[in-house]
């Protein structure tokens, strides 16, 4: 399969699915074993850590608010349009771009893999648990 395809195929993955491929990529790359119940993603048997796996495609803002009046043109729109943002030489920084991941709960897991798939390149980040919230932002009004 050529570069162009998988990243094609990727960003046309639906959520789950796409997660998953998330999560098998992290597991390989940083060699973490399987999750020891539902609320985490994976396990680091040499660190004793819970690991949390959040990816997001990167896609460049949509302009248009869905509205009953605008949901099929919305619609539409998606279907012509390449919205993939690049981030070689600093290209990244030139759009404004959509990306989150959802259902953060830091007292499931030590440590969060949070990546980014742009078009030409995938972003890795890690973070402790107990380091999200100051200065990094998110929600716990989450349901578990």
């Known amino acids: 399969m050529d570069a162009d395809k998988l990243r094609e195929g990727i960003f046309n993955l639906q959520t789950r699915r796409f997660g998953s491929v998330a999560e098998v990529m992290i597991k390989k790359i940083f060699k ?6 539902q609320f985490h993603d994976a396990y680091d048997d040499i660190k004793n850590q819970r690991a949390e796996i959040k990816f997001s495609t990167v896609r460049k803002k949509n302009d248009r608010t869905i509205t009953e009046e605008s949901v099929l043109q919305c619609i539409s729109d998606e279907m012509s349009s390449n919205r993939n943002v690049p981030y070689s030489n600093s290209r990244w920084r ?12 830091r007292d499931q897991f030590e440590v969060l893999y949070y990546g980014l798939f742009f078009s030409d390149v995938v972003v890795i980040f890690k ?11 998110y929600s716990d009004k989450q349901h578990k």
């Open 32 to 37: 973490l074993g399987k999750s020891k119940n």
């Open 94 to 105: 030139t759009y404004k771009f959509d990306c989150n991941i959802q259902q953060i709960k």
């Open 127 to 137: 973070i402790k648990s107990q380091e999200i919230g100051s200065g990094i932002y």
